[in-house]
């Protein structure tokens, strides 16, 4: 074996085994890594009592509920829903339909929220043609 | 074992003869299209149905995390070659690249909290696509500190490569992070293959703009890795004395 091809072998070997442990840690890490938990997913967790959590999902239509500065809505999976209760300030984006991320806890299945984020998709279009693909 | 045609070029003199003859078609096209894509960009095209104005940071943000992968994936070759055959060029270009891709990592992190405040509401989360791109520019900075440990970059270079190449596995980790876990940073708009999700009117020009990105990246490392070049030989002279 000419060093050149042993050089080859050395550095291809360690990166393989270096891919090997970072695949494992991020597989063990899962849960971690994950920033939000749906809907279908926070009541599979038997979450502490108070246990600060990031949930994730769509607005559902026609439930968002303004009383002065205290918010309430509605987030889905389209599987189960959970009712959020909210004080202060939304994000622009913030609408129904919208994928929005809440952190906070769950007191009786209704989740209060400390922050409300909200989640863009990965679609970019001018305004009118939005209205076209609507009609 | 690898031999391409491009490796003639591994010769200082006729790679710099090379860089000579293209530099000033480099630099005028990347004026061109900078100019043209960015004018398209931010006055030109058309706001988006939820963001309004806000999209416009797309045209600095997106080309510049592009970019940032890119040239850490070069930067990984290149330290394979220089590992492997030996080419002191293939050093030099790693040298010179960095703090390019840094640059890059960092506009990329920055813009991108300037346009997460209005839209999702934070400037900084720990999701999985906004961290391991701080990972990158982390890389980056190792990377540059490694050829700063010693005045010998061949020595140094070789610590280097090796951070590079096993870096470079935080590469297709910040590609797929939107697709393998839940994160608030949303999918590829782009680069997937059920083609782009974004309407060709914010499309042409952001692609514009890529490209001279790209052109931005090929001159200011063709001036760097002259310099460069240029300190080897003085360091060289010093050293037969």
Known sequence: MTPKKKRFYLLFSAFTFLCFIVGTILIVLQDNILFFYTPSEIFQKNLKKNEKVRLGGLVEENSIVRNDIKISFTITDLKKEIEVNYEGILPDLFREGQGVIVKGYLRNDIFQATEVLAKHDENYMPPEIKKKLEN | MINFKIFKYANPAKFLNLCDKIFIYLLVSMIAFLFFGLYQGFFNSPEDYQQGNLVRIMYVHVPSAWMALMIYSSIAVASCIYLINKHLLANIF??????????????????????????????????????????????????????????????????????????????????????????????????????????????????????GFFLYFLVVLIIRMRSEITNEKINNLSFTE
Not at chain 2, 156 to 176: H, T
Request: proline fraction near 4%; glycine fraction near 6%; aromatic fraction near 12%.
């Open chain 2, 94 to 211: 790693c040298k010179s690249a960095s703090l390019i891709g840094a640059s890059f990592t960092l506009i990329a992190l920055v813009t991108g909290s300037i346009w997460g405040k209005p839209t999702w509401g934070t400037w900084w989360v720990w999701d999985a696509r906004i961290t391991s791109m701080l990972i990158l520019f982390f890389l980056y900075l190792g990377h540059m500190t490694i050829f700063n440990f010693s005045e010998n970059t061949t020595k140094s270079g070789q610590a280097a490569a090796l951070l590079a190449i096993l870096g470079f596995i935080n590469i297709p980790i910040i590609k797929f992070s939107v697709d393998w876990w839940n994160t608030l940073h949303q999918p590829a708009s782009v680069i997937k293959l059920s083609g782009p999700s974004i309407h060709s009117s914010m499309l042409i020009p952001l692609l514009i703009t890529a490209l």
